[in-house]
């Protein structure tokens, strides 16, 4: 059997951890293993190299992905994923692993449609895939983002400085939520849950008044322009306010270990699942065990979020 990779879309912590996974189970097996550079763009233009146990030594606890992973407008256009079949047939490839979130996961429907093999790891820091609980990279952020929120609130502190910092999650609040929770942050703005400046000013007053002298605010990306926010809220209250933008800071850094042990499962798993052609799926998590999920379910699932764990902290 000759299987082919590729991660796409924005990077994801425990990628190299899953690509080590898929290339020294293929070796085990017997199977070749090839790896399309940089997505879906390496895919169309054939870039390619072999993947075995060698090249993959000492990479699960690196961030990024050794084989490089972006976003590829052109793969969207039914001319890019001709050019991406015919790659595949030429080469020969039984099986396409793809390591990536939605849009990753909408390429492989198209192949899909078109009668080729396909699997499907999801990877993404934000969290939203909403069929299984946790996609390969967000633990990593959050533990990130949760660190990085306690290091700017000890500094603050310091100063008797509030401050807003924004996190990744365009479409899907997760990160905020989680990191802006175990870290014990006074206000988190998400886009399921929108707050007015007047609501945030209610709830910076009240926790100030409750003896907090550096309020801290946790906001997912693109909600609010956090500099005007931050000077609103210095004028209202008589306290400096402080703006962050954490960034891509959240993409990189070594695998928790609970990423680690997805990327194990999913690796594997999607090796065993093309031997046995168990293909056209998405693969999600039950009960600690991996299972095919059909595309159409893993991009429509609704969204399951976890308003139960911010009324904990929301008073």
Known sequence: MKIGVLTSGGDAPGMNACLANIAEECERLGYELVAFIGGYKGLMDND???LGRKAVQNI????????????CPEFKTPQGVAKGIK???ENKIDCLIAIGGDGTFNGLRELAAKDIHVIGIPATIDNDLFYLDKTLGFDTAVNTVTEAIVKIKETMLSMNRGCFLEVMGRFCGDIALYSGVASKANVIMLP???LTFEQVLAKVKKCVKQGEESPMIVVSENLINIYDWARRLQEETGIEFKANVLGY???GGRPTVYDRLIALQFGIGAVHMAAVNKTS?????INDKIVPVSFGVALSAPSDFNFDLLKLVDF
């Open 48 to 50: 390619t190299i072999k």
């Open 249 to 251: 800071l959240q993409r």
């Open 192 to 194: 399921e849950r929108p």
């Open 281 to 285: 799926c998405a693969l999600g998590v």
């Open 60 to 71: 699960s606890h690196l961030g990024g992905s050794i084989i490089k992973s972006m976003r």
């Open 87 to 89: 790659t595949l047939k």
